[in-house]
Nanobody, 114 residues
Framework: QVKLVESGGGFVQPGGSLRLSCAAS????????MSWYRQAPGKEREWIAN????????NYKEVVKGRFTISRDNARNTVYLQMSDLKPEDTAVYFC???????WGQGTQVTVTS
């Protein structure tokens, strides 16, 4: 069965960095577009980035462009989200998403606070 497990969240000060990981199993990861979403308290879940199966193309929500980098390691069936220059408004639960089958991970909390 499809399984997505996020890790790497935590507390960080404004301006800091975190790297999120999403370990995937149960499908052919190397053939799959992958996405990251986030959901802040009281807000709807929003798409923030995706990456093509080979990693050759990436797309970002404008508000994170230049600060976040999505990447993948197909040998490890893992997609990453490197986040830098974090701001308090980046505080959210971050989710890994497999769009083809609409599967979601359980999410990992990122809290940006001084």
């Amino acid at each position: 069965q499809v399984k997505l497990v996020e890790s790497g969240g935590g507390f960080v000060q404004p301006g800091g960095s975190l790297r999120l990981s999403c370990a995937a199993s149960g499908f052919t990861f190397s053939d799959s577009l992958m996405s990251w979403y986030r959901q802040a308290p009281g807000k709807e879940r929003e798409w923030i980035a995706n990456i093509a199966p080979t990693g050759s193309m990436t797309n970002y929500k404008e508000v994170v462009k230049g600060r976040f980098t999505i990447s993948r390691d197909n040998a490890r069936n893992t997609v990453y989200l490197q986040m830098s220059d974090l701001k308090p408004e980046d505080t959210a639960v971050y989710f890994c998403h497999f769009p083809s089958k609409n599967y979601w991970g359980q999410g990992t909390q990122v809290t940006v606070t001084s």
